[in-house]
């Protein structure tokens, strides 16, 4: 079983920057690969970023590559989304997920989601 508690959302301006984190409840999280998804209002969730468990296998979506970047520290059981460039049509509610399985990119092969945490860029 793992838990995971996303926070570090916010309301920021066009052009700045925020860095939401997930704590993970469970003594297995080196294991698994960390998605981040997000889902905007009346939009599908979809996957933004991605790390391995071995820490170096990552994704990015087309609309978020060179602006964010996925990294875990495996003594803290944390994966961080540090989100450059923030643009309004990054606002979303953003979800950390966990699943064992090393690339997996859709929504029903991770097992474990947190609460969410919302990001709203303002123009």
């Known amino acids: 079983q793992v838990q995971l508690v996303e926070s570090g959302g916010g309301l920021v301006q066009a052009g700045g920057s925020l860095r939401p984190s997930c704590a993970a409840f469970a003594s297995t999280f080196s294991s698994y690969t960390m998605g981040w998804f997000r889902q905007a209002a009346g939009k599908e969730r979809e996957l933004a970023a991605r790390i391995g468990w071995n820490g170096y296998s990552t994704y990015y979506a087309d609309s978020v590559k060179g602006r964010f970047t996925i990294s875990r520290d495996n003594a803290k059981n944390t994966v961080y989304l540090q989100m450059n460039s923030l643009k309004p049509e990054d606002t979303a509610a953003y979800y950390c997920?966990?699943?064992?399985?090393?690339?997996?990119?859709?929504?029903?092969?991770?097992?474990?989601w947190g609460q969410g945490t919302q990001v709203t860029v303002s123009s």
């Open positions: 997920a966990a699943t064992p399985h090393l690339t997996a990119s859709r929504i029903h092969e991770y097992d474990y």
